[in-house]
């Protein structure tokens, strides 16, 4: 991956890596999600879920914004529907 990925890319090759088909890319979708360790070393929570749109770059999104000291962010791969999204 590449800061000139797209986010539609990344979508498809983590499929491939996890032996999905790269090609249901379409069900799937990059967030950016922006979250902090929860209290006396819990698990990360995400307090912050957006869509990243097919053609940004995340990569040169994560380079150019930076979240608030204390805060982190990752970028996961979700399910459309679990979104709401119909996709159309």
Not at 25 to 30: I, R, Y
Not at 64 to 74: C, E, F, Q, T
């Amino acid at each position: 991956a590449t800061p000139r990925c797209s986010a539609r890319q990344l979508v498809r090759e983590a499929l491939e890596r996890y032996g999905l088909n790269p090609e249901d890319f379409g069900q799937f979708v990059l967030c950016d999600v922006v979250g902090r360790p929860a209290a006396a070393g819990g698990a990360w929570q995400g307090e912050h879920l957006r869509e990243v749109g097919d053609c940004e770059r995340p990569l040169l999104l994560q380079e150019l914004w930076k979240p608030k000291a204390g805060w982190s962010r990752r970028f996961e791969i979700r399910r459309r529907q679990e979104l709401g999204d119909s996709g159309d």
